[in-house]
């Protein structure tokens, strides 16, 4: 049932987990993506918590983008509601691959 689901050890860890102790660790480059239409990570409070974890870490080639318009799944989005996901064909946005693209181009130089 839905509610065994919410109650399970698994998921109360899902909802408490703080991975900004582990991105203030962070050793290699890294690349944080967020949609701005994303619902159920929100772009703006959760891009500034990880943008501050790993300027605390010291490692370079960190980027962290909100990506205009797309959804929790990095597709074209209406409404950024999970009820949506399924009814867009788009499998992820150009942008959010060319995002992934230039990163690892930077990476390269």
Known sequence: STADQL???WFQCFLTFDPAPYLAQAKVPVLALIGSKDLQVPAK???AAIEEALGESGTKGWTALELEGLNHLFQRAATGL?????????TM???ALAAVGDWLE???R
């Open 82 to 90: 999970p009820e949506e996901y399924g009814t867009i064909e788009e």
């Open 45 to 47: 409070e959760n891009l």
């Open 93 to 95: 946005a150009p942008q």
């Open 7 to 9: 109650l399970s050890p």
């Open 106 to 108: 930077m990476l390269l």
